[in-house]
């Protein structure tokens, strides 16, 4: 028998659809597991998004406006910058220095931290990124992106932040993230309770969760690194690549690189495998910086399950002792890590 229209009004009806779910919104569940949460870490988080929602604008429109090209300056490291460097940077200032929850950044573009609300007793997070990641790809259309960490203050709040509270090491990442600028917009990050990818959309211009709980899978097809380099390389990786492409572990593998970390990082979380830029006879130290480029990710592939190596230890354990310095930087699912080690272990016997 049909209800009456009275009845159907009577009897509230049962939403079976799933919601959509924005990055906000899944924010604001993650901080419930904060002390005191008062709302202060989603309005930080939205001040990455909002300037990476700006920067993936720009990107789109990088082939039609003046933006392509150097911009005539050299950063801390001695690199050309690129101009979207310069606006990628200037987006993530902006929008991270009005949040009261900040006291520091720290920029891959900026030789020293610059000072948001530090000394003040709302602001208890340090914000260290680097705003555009493989910007030498950007001139050929090639993905390009954006890594960030979030540090608590280590003194009292009311005492005035110093720049050596940035020198934490990773394992004391509070929140960390990456956002990818490809072929759609994606935004990964992990606050200590997974992973989570959620994918711009770019008719509504919000962050959509498209990959809950990502785990990177146990093995997987490809290696990644800049081959070039491999001769200069110390013995173990030299060990590792052999073994990866001769089929000594179980099958051979194919290699893929793009030459931009997130890229290449993102492949092999969601596809599995391993990426390295192992240290070299030119960059003993290896190219990659410890902060705001290890860190973030190592603390994402250990959220999926995976690991991150410097070659001596886990990169989460490495003490900084300074804000740009570079480091080697391996990282993937467990069985290839699995195979790092055992070729560590070969060379040094
Ligand atoms: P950035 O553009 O921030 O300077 O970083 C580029 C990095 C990284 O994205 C990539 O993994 C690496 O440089 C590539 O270096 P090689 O050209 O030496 O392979
Ligand atoms: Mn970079
Ligand atoms: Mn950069």
Partial sequence: MHDTPEAAIERPQKLTFSPLVTVQQHILQEQRRFVGASGEFSWLLSGLTLA??????????????DILGAEGSTNVQGEVQQKLDVYANDMLL??????????????????????????????KYIVVFDPLDGSSNIDVNVSVGTTFSILRRT?????????????????????AGYVL??????????????????????A???????HPNIRIPSSGKYYSMNEAHLDRCPEPYQRLVAGLRSGEYGK?????????????????LLKGGIFLYPPNDLRPEGKL????????IAYIA?????????????ILDVQPTSIHQRTPFVVGGPQEMQYFEKALLAASV
């Fill in 52 to 65: 990476t929602k700006l920067v993936a604008a720009k990107v789109r429109r990088a082939g039609l406006s």
């Fill in 94 to 123: 902006h929008a991270l220095k009005v949040r009261e929850s900040v006291a520091m950044m720290a920029s891959e573009e900026d030789e020293t931290p610059l000072l948001a609300h530090g000394g003040s007793p709302t602001a």
């Fill in 155 to 175: 003194r009292p709040l009311d005492e005035e932040v110093t720049t050596d509270e940035v020198l934490q090491p990773g394992n004391k990442q509070v929140a």
């Fill in 181 to 202: 600028y490809g072929s759609s917009t994606m935004l990964v990050y992990s606050a200590g309770r997974g992973v989570h990818g959620f994918t711009l959309d770019p």
């Fill in 204 to 210: 509504v211009g919000a962050y959509v969760l498209s």
């Fill in 252 to 268: 051979r593998y194919d290699s893929r690189y793009i030459g931009s970390m997130v890229s290449d990082f993102h492949r092999t």
């Fill in 289 to 296: 910086r410890l902060l705001y480029e290890a860190n973030p």
């Fill in 302 to 314: 250990e959220q999926a399950g995976g690991r991150a190596s410097d070659g001596r230890q886990r």
